[in-house]
């Protein structure tokens, strides 16, 4: 799979990444990471897991993919076609603030996300996944159908998921994203957080 550094991209096998795994036994993905910000907090404050960063952008990853913590990789992938080399490995899902075909397929339930996911997790797994209505109206629904529509396609795809949590400005200032700290200050601050294991 791809992996990058600043602006170098590199060829990460199987091998090597369970080298790079051996000492930890909680592996944390962050998809669509964006600036990798979350990634890298998470990484931070819980040292014993191991946090993967996945994007298909690459440009916004330079910064933080630039850090050097043992426990933090970034990748280079769509959410829809997840590399073959994480296959089982995932015990914590993160998804922040989802867009353009990321939330796509959030909403359509499209199998190529949810059965991809399915395929890098571990039995438990759990995931976090947070919305935000201003994405949710560019998509062209309104805020409660579309967290509605969401939780749905989770809970067909077997995840079982709890009531969906606001998250007010407060929340939202306060969470480790960049894309958060963006959605506090703008003119749509609302967001929701559903959490669920599979
Ligand atoms: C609004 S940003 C949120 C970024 C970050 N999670 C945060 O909270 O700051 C949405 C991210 O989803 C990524 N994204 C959208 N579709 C994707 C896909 N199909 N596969 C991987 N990433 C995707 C975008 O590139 C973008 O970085």
């Not at 080399?85 to 990321?102: A, K, M, R």
């Not at 890098?120 to 529509?149: C, I, M, P, S, Y």
């Not at 894309?179 to 609302?190: C, I, Y």
Request: proline content about 5%; aromatic content about 8%.
């Amino acid at each position: 799979m791809e992996t990058i550094r600043g602006k170098m991209s590199h060829t990460l096998d199987s091998t090597t990444l369970q080298a790079r795994l051996a000492n930890y036994s909680a592996i944390t993905l962050d998809l669509g990471t964006g600036d990798g910000k979350f990634a890298f907090c998470h990484a931070e404050s819980f040292p014993g897991r191991f946090v993967i960063g996945l994007d298909s952008c690459r440009e916004n990853l330079r910064e933080f993919s630039r850090t050097k913590l043992p426990n933090l990789l970034y990748v280079i992938a769509s959410a829809q076609a997840l590399p073959k080399e994480l296959s089982g490995l995932v015990s914590y899902v993160t998804i922040n603030f989802p867009w353009g075909s990321l939330l796509g397929s959030l909403l359509t339930g499209d199998p190529l996300l949810l059965c991809g996911l399915e395929s890098v997790l571990t039995t438990g797994a759990k995931l976090d996944l947070r919305l935000n209505g201003g994405a949710l109206a560019e998509a062209g629904w309104t805020f409660e159908d579309g967290v509605a529509q969401v939780r749905e396609n989770l809970v067909r795809a077997g995840w079982r998921i709890n009531q969906p949590a606001p998250m007010d400005s407060h929340d939202l200032h306060a969470f480790p994203s960049s894309w958060a700290k963006r959605l506090a200050f703008g003119r749509d601050p609302r967001a929701i957080q559903l959490s669920g294991c599979i």
